[in-house]
């Protein structure tokens, strides 16, 4: 008896069991989600000046739809797609556009819808929260490609997401890098991109978290050194204030850019979908995976990348994913850019669907 107390005692000082994911269960995921195909590109812009980025893709009724965003040398817009077969896609519209009413978020406004169903294979659709559909976005109110500061807002609609419309943003960002509560690694002016899902289980103890990646210092010897993007969280209980969790990153690299996680759920396990860029050991940038039980901590795969370099449209970087399983099939949008900077999205597919007519122009 007195054994079992002295064990009880020790595992409470201990802290939680962190449940470890096995090499077997990364590579069963790995051999889901692998994508050997690349189809090509899915959506470009009519001029090099114009840069598409950072696709979302959800469903609705029997079509696909798809937000993501164009820089067009002013600064960020969030735009609306469709499709009937996640690879022929027509443009609808801005949903998110430039202002001119002395906002903070006037001249940026970079959009991620929100609260979708995270099941993998599942719907693909996006759940209402309050009556409302809700996006994250970072924004600033400086012209030009991602300058300082950037900082993170919502926005929202209570009219259907797959219709062309303005969504209506909150007055003030919900995360900056001048809060109270700002961590070291994200002090550096600049929050990117975030997803926001809904912790049904209650794993975190909080209803909403936000993955979110940001730009801050390096600690070395207790000493702050270069600048480095990382990954960490946030979370909420009404979608509008939001406070951060834990101090430091979920995920990260020893350099470069840690970026762009999007969350999906496969049977008992999250699956984190992020790309990495100018590392130690791997050059350009790509898209890569981790595994969670608890939405916290990451089991990080240490095998191939998922996207890489490897085409004509795609040889400078080949990175920041968003996958989806339909029907046996599973398409990885990702941005590519060209070495003479054109940027679209393309997708890779893990059944061979032949080759996309489209090309840079």
Not at 240 to 257: A, C, E, L, N
Not at 264 to 282: L, T
Not at 287 to 295: G, T
């Given at each position: 008896?007195?054994?079992?107390?002295?064990?009880?005692?020790?595992?409470?000082?201990?802290?939680?069991?962190?449940?470890?994911?096995?090499?077997?269960?990364?590579?069963?995921?790995?051999?889901?989600?692998?994508?050997?195909?690349?189809?090509?590109?899915?959506?470009?812009?009519?001029?090099?000046?114009?840069?598409?980025?950072?696709?979302?893709?959800?469903?609705?009724?029997?079509?696909?739809?798809?937000?993501?965003?164009?820089?067009?040398?002013?600064?960020?817009?969030?735009?609306?797609?469709?499709?009937?077969?996640?690879?022929?896609?027509?443009?609808?519209?801005?949903?998110?556009?430039?202002?001119?009413?002395?906002?903070?978020?006037?001249?940026?406004?970079?959009?991620?819808?929100?609260?979708?169903?995270?099941?993998?294979?599942?719907?693909?659709?996006?759940?209402?929260?309050?009556?409302?559909?809700?996006?994250?976005?970072?924004?600033?109110?400086?012209?030009?490609?991602?300058?300082?500061?950037?900082?993170?807002?919502?926005?929202?609609?209570?009219?259907?997401?797959?219709?062309?419309?303005?969504?209506?943003?909150?007055?003030?960002?919900?995360?900056?890098?001048?809060d109270p509560d700002v961590r070291w690694w994200e002090n550096r002016n600049k929050l990117f991109k975030s997803s926001v899902i809904e912790d049904k289980e209650r794993l975190t103890g909080h209803s909403f978290l936000m993955y979110y990646n940001a730009v801050g210092d390096?600690?070395?010897?207790?000493?702050?050194?270069?600048?480095?993007?990382?990954?960490?969280?946030?979370?909420?209980?009404?979608?509008?204030?939001?406070?951060?969790?834990?101090?430091?990153?979920?995920?990260?690299?020893?350099?470069?850019?840690?970026?762009?996680?999007?969350?999906?759920?496969?049977?008992?396990?999250?699956?984190?979908?992020?790309?990495?860029?100018?590392?130690?050991?791997?050059?350009?940038?790509?898209?890569?995976?981790?595994?969670?039980?608890?939405?916290?901590?990451?089991?990080?795969?240490?095998?191939?990348?998922?996207?890489?370099?490897s085409e004509d449209y795609d040889n400078l970087y080949a990175h920041k994913s968003f996958v989806v399983k339909y029907k046996g099939i599973v398409y990885h949008f990702y941005?590519?850019?060209?070495?003479?900077?054109?940027?679209?999205?393309?997708?890779?597919?893990?059944?061979?669907?032949?080759?996309?007519?489209?090309?840079?122009?």
């Open positions: 008896m007195k054994r079992y107390i002295f064990a009880l005692i020790i595992s409470f000082l201990a802290g939680p069991v962190i449940a470890q994911i096995s090499q077997q269960r990364m590579q069963e995921i790995y051999e889901e989600i692998k994508t050997p195909h690349k189809y090509g590109l899915v959506m470009i812009t009519d001029t090099i000046s114009k840069k598409i980025d950072c696709p979302t893709v959800f469903r609705k009724g029997n079509k696909w739809f798809m937000t993501y965003i164009i820089f067009d040398g002013k600064g960020y817009e969030t735009w609306l797609a469709t499709s009937k077969n996640l690879l022929n896609w027509e443009n609808k519209g801005k949903i998110m556009s430039f202002t001119h009413d002395g906002k903070w978020d006037d001249v940026q406004k970079a959009g991620y819808n929100s609260l979708q169903d995270l099941t993998w294979g599942g719907s693909y659709k996006l759940n209402k929260y309050q009556g409302k559909y809700w996006m994250s976005y970072f924004g600033g109110n400086s012209q030009g490609y991602e300058p300082e500061p950037l900082s993170i807002g919502i926005a929202y609609t209570t009219k259907s997401p797959s219709k062309v419309h303005e969504w209506t943003r909150l007055d003030a960002p919900v995360l900056t890098s001048h390096s600690l070395k010897n207790n000493k702050k050194t270069r600048w480095y993007e990382r990954i960490g969280m946030a979370v909420s209980e009404d979608m509008v204030h939001w406070k951060r969790f834990q101090k430091d990153p979920v995920m990260h690299h020893p350099v470069g850019i840690t970026g762009d996680a999007v969350i999906q759920k496969m049977g008992s396990d999250y699956v984190m979908f992020y790309f990495g860029a100018f590392w130690e050991d791997r050059k350009g940038a790509f898209n890569r995976f981790a595994v969670s039980k608890d939405l916290v901590n990451w089991t990080d795969w240490t095998g191939d990348n998922l996207i890489e370099s941005c590519a850019v060209d070495k003479s900077d054109h940027r679209g999205i393309a997708i890779a597919t893990s059944k061979d669907l032949g080759k996309s007519k489209l090309k840079f122009k």
